[in-house]
């Protein structure tokens, strides 16, 4: 019996309307999931001092690390979902259900735990300047033991896009987001917590967002909502989901890694450079939440109509998706050249110089900028790449983006160079986008091949 059609049917319908509509709905809810971080380094380098800011700018990386490994493996998980939604097995969809839960449960114990007990020698490898290094501590260790929370929300919103709903992930996340500010205030202006209360508002803001996440699912979606025999450990469908979902952790932590090394060329320099990247990086985080919000719309499309077995459709998709992007990627690096020197204010204190960042700033962004449009070649295909069965193989981009990074922070560390040490992401995006573009060409045309065969 197929599931019932409830949420929006990607394997029908123009694909460039349903990407360019589950995209942008995707991309509010994004900008707001940035806005947990930005938030806290906006509050805490206006209230606490530079020093703090800079704290929450170095861990960074390493929250990266967490989230990209643990969001990627419950993207994976999801894509079991998609794919049997598409294919109309609903049994198969609520079996991916509960084992995926049980997985990612695993997941964020495994994280708190490795994450609590290298936190401290990880921070001193990545050369994290002595006069910040209490506040990061304390800031990144709070994140690593409420993973958990991060976890939850982000699978269920995983298994409500995976069968075409974006908008309530949206509602929650906007909610979560307004209850992050309430709490960064009062814990940090009130309570005077520092890096600490910004990290616990994070925290809390996000738990509190998988609660409506949990009821709406149960109330609304019977296609994700388990009966009693769905609950029973199912091997079969926990293999597909750690087919998928492994590779993908992998890929996002050789990707964070090589961010990790970059931000250790970026500790060479001094405070002023690190607090002057943080605030940079927060504002181009925002510009480029279209690129990943792109990666999760393909993930569910190509999952979907991979399901239904429809490559032709998935072609047609990527191609939409390349043109939406072009037109974003010039926008968005108009828009962040010209307003960061404007925009910088904002994470300091009234009485600091901010003349003083800005050349810092700047050539970071710019460099950034001029590539962007690589960074979503680099969403699209490898996310797309996963959904048709090809998870491992994705798994390149994530080696070539390690060592473009690599390259570039070495050198940069060894001429002590600061305008090699910010063409470390650019140089990364431009490699592995178009790697993505010839891997996933050979890709889909096997893929063709093998279905005229088995038809």
């Known amino acids: 019996m197929a599931p ?14 349903i990407i360019l509509k589950f995209t942008m709905t995707l991309l509010l809810g994004n900008v707001a999931q940035q806005l947990y971080n930005i938030v806290d380094t906006i509050i805490v380098g206006r209230y606490v001092d530079p020093l703090a800011l800079a704290a929450v700018g170095s861990t960074g990386t390493i929250m ?11 993207s994976g998980f999801s894509i079991v979902t998609s794919q049997k939604y598409g294919a109309g097995d609903e049994k198969g969809v609520k079996a991916s259900v509960t084992n995926g839960l049980y997985l990612s449960l695993a997941i964020a ?22 006069d910040i290094f209490d506040y990061a501590i304390i800031y990144i260790s709070t994140i690593c033991g409420g993973i958990v929370c991060v976890i ?20 929650f996340l906007l909610c979560s987001a307004a209850t992050n500010v309430g709490l960064d205030l009062l814990f940090i202006i009130r309570f005077h917590l520092g890096t600490y209360g910004a990290a616990l508002a994070t925290i809390i803001a996000q738990g509190l967002a998988v609660i409506p996440c949990i009821i709406y699912i149960y109330a609304k979606m019977p296609v994700l909502r388990p009966s009693k025999e769905d609950w029973k450990i199912d091997p079969k469908i926990i293999k597909q989901q750690l087919r998928l979902g492994i590779p993908m952790a992998i890929q996002y932590s050789i990707t964070a890694s090589g961010t990790v090394i970059m931000q250790s060329a970026f500790n060479t320099f001094d405070s002023v450079a690190v607090t002057a990247i943080t605030a940079a990086s927060k504002f181009q985080g925002i510009i480029t939440m279209g690129m990943f919000s792109v990666g999760q719309t393909m993930a569910a499309y190509a999952g979907q109509n991979y399901g239904a077995r429809n490559m032709k459709r998935i072609r047609e998709g990527i191609h939409a998706a390349l043109k939406i992007y072009v037109v974003y990627s010039v926008i968005a690096a108009v828009v962040a050249i010209l307003a960061v020197p404007h925009v910088l204010w904002l994470f300091f204190d009234t009485e600091v110089d901010i003349s003083l960042y800005i050349p810092w700033a700047m050539p970071y962004i710019i460099e950034s900028a001029v590539c962007y449009f690589f960074l979503a070649m680099i969403f699209i295909y490898r996310h797309t790449i996963q959904s048709v069965g090809y998870a491992s193989i994705a798994m390149i981009l994530g080696f070539v983006e390690l060592g473009a990074r690599m390259i570039t922070s070495f050198y940069s560390i060894y001429v002590h160079n600061y305008y090699i040490a910010v063409a470390s992401d650019p140089f990364a995006w431009a490699t592995a986008g178009i790697a993505g573009m010839l891997i996933g060409m050979v890709i889909f045309r096997k893929t063709e091949r093998k279905w005229a065969l088995e038809s």
């Not at 049917?9 to 694909?15: A, F, R």
């Not at 020698?121 to 300047?129: D, F, V």
């Open 152 to 171: 939850l929300y982000n699978y269920c919103a995983s298994l409500m896009r995976a069968v075409g709903n974006s908008k309530m992930p949206l509602i």
């Open 64 to 74: 990266f690390l967490m989230f990209g490994t643990s969001n990627g493996m419950v």
């Open 109 to 130: 114990t495994l994280i708190t735990v490795i994450g609590l007990a290298f936190m401290r020698p990880l921070l001193k490898l990545m050369n994290t300047p002595a």
């Open 4 to 17: 019932k059609r409830t949420d929006t049917d990607m394997t029908k319908g123009s694909p460039f309307s």
